[in-house]
């Protein structure tokens, strides 16, 4: 099955710095990276997603990167803010036998942006 | 439109007890997922129904079993728990026609 592996598991820069996260996913096949967003005592949040046709996809602040080749992609997030202070997951969404798909989750980063 | 929700919010159960908990999905969607999130695991896929049947399971024991109802709402059902069942269960639905899976608040369980 799909394993995903995210990097660094903790993250602190200065409000107004870049943050950037770094997943590599092991099944060539898989189609589908999201990110999600998880707030304490919150269900993740989907905050950007980017399909393997794609190389790059910008929301505002926030990027994501696929280089289908290495098998990797990462969330950059600029000029940070108190706020985006989380636990930021990957995903990506792998066969997962019997015609069936599945996301598999990275272990998350916990991000502190320090005012 | 309203968001997934999940009840209860918090439980807490004692080893060997069963437990039954409840997800309703967007409006429209007909997918939904179930996660376990544990600080050592993290988020676990436990398995999706889609139109009242189960389409995919995770590797997870038997005694974590689900269904869904005609109307999209599903529960997951834990039987004999133990005290590593403790855990915030996670509800995803989503639009057969679409990838983007959203996350409920979850269910904070646990087990003594």
């Known amino acids: 099955g799909e394993n995903v592996e995210q990097h660094p598991s903790t993250l602190s820069v200065q409000e107004g710095d870049s943050a950037v996260i770094k997943c590599t996913y092991s099944?060539?096949?898989?189609?589908?990276f999201p990110w999600y967003k998880q707030e304490l005592g919150k269900g993740p949040q989907l905050i950007i997603d980017i399909r393997s046709n794609v190389g790059e996809k910008k929301d505002q602040r926030i990027a994501v990167t696929l280089n289908k080749t290495a098998k990797h992609f990462s969330l950059h997030i600029t000029e940070t803010q108190p706020e985006d202070s989380a636990v930021y997951f990957c995903?990506?969404?792998?066969?997962?036998?019997?015609?069936?798909?599945?996301?598999?989750f990275g272990k998350g980063t916990k991000l502190s942006v320090i005012p | 439109k309203a968001g997934v929700t999940q009840t209860p919010r918090y439980l807490i159960k004692t080893r060997g007890q069963q437990v039954t908990l409840s997800c309703s999905p967007i409006?429209?969607?007909?997918?939904v997922s179930w996660y376990q999130q544990t600080p050592g695991q993290g988020l676990q896929f436990l398995f999706e129904?889609?139109?009242?049947?189960?389409?995919n399971k995770g590797n997870f024991p038997g005694r974590f079993s689900g269904r869904q109802f005609s109307n999209s709402r599903s529960e997951m059902n834990v039987s004999t728990l133990e005290l590593g069942d403790s855990a915030l269960y996670l509800c995803?639905?989503?639009?057969?026609?679409?990838?983007?899976?959203?996350f409920g608040p979850g269910t904070r369980l646990t087990v003594t």
């Open positions: 129904y889609f139109s009242e049947t189960q389409r």
């Open positions: 409006s429209g969607h007909r997918s």
């Open positions: 995803a639905s989503k639009d057969i026609s679409s990838y983007e899976q959203y």
């Open positions: 995903a990506a969404r792998g066969y997962s036998g019997a015609g069936s798909y599945q996301l598999t």
């Open positions: 099944d060539s096949a898989s189609n589908y």
